[in-house]
C-alpha cells in the first residue's frame, strides 16, 4: 500500500469519528509503518480502537480491554495498543473538554524490559500544550469529512 494512500486512509477513517488528532500524528504514523507491510492490519486494529474510544470516551480506561492504558505518572496522557505480529505500536491520547484528541504514535521495542515513554511523553505534552494554546491546531476530524 502506497504511504500517501495508506496516510489517507487514516484519515478517512479518523473523519468517521468524533475525534480529533495533533496533525503531526500522521507522520508519526508513516514513520511508524515504514516498510512495514502492516499498513491494512495497522487500519483495521486503528478502526476498533477508535470506535472504542469514540463511544466509551474516558471510560475506555477503566474497561476490560487491556489495549488502553492510563500511563503512571500521568494525569492526562493515555495509551493505546495496536500489536501486529511482532511490533507493538502505541498512540498516545488525552481528553479534552469537547472530546478525545490523539497526540503521537510510536513503536515499542520488544525486549525483556519495558519501552521508556519518556520522549514520547514528552512529545505528547508539547502537542497537548500546543493545541490548548492554539498554536497548533489539532485537525477536527469531522472537517476532512
Avoid at 480502537?49 to 477503566?62: E, F, K, T
Avoid at 505500536?89 to 521495542?109: A, H, M, N, Q
Amino acid at each position: 500500500m502506497k504511504k500517501s494512500g495508506f496516510i489517507l486512509d487514516i484519515q478517512i477513517l479518523l473523519s468517521s469519528y468524533d475525534i480529533k488528532f495533533h496533525k503531526d500524528l500522521l507522520v508519526d504514523i508513516n514513520n511508524m509503518l515504514n516498510k512495514s507491510g502492516n499498513e491494512k492490519k495497522f487500519i483495521s486494529l486503528l478502526t476498533a480502537r477508535i470506535s472504542m474510544l469514540d463511544q466509551a470516551g474516558q471510560n475506555v480506561i477503566y474497561s476490560a480491554d487491556r489495549n488502553f492504558e492510563s500511563l503512571k505518572n500521568e494525569t492526562e496522557l493515555y495509551s493505546m495498543h495496536l500489536t501486529i505480529k511482532r511490533n507493538a505500536y502505541r498512540i498516545l491520547f488525552s481528553f479534552l473538554d469537547d472530546g478525545s484528541v490523539l497526540l503521537c504514535g510510536f513503536t515499542e521495542k520488544q525486549g525483556k524490559r519495558k519501552t521508556d515513554y519518556t520522549a514520547s511523553k514528552q512529545i505528547a505534552r508539547r502537542r497537548l500544550h500546543e493545541i490548548r494554546e492554539g498554536k497548533n491546531e489539532e485537525i477536527d476530524s469531522r472537517n476532512l469529512k
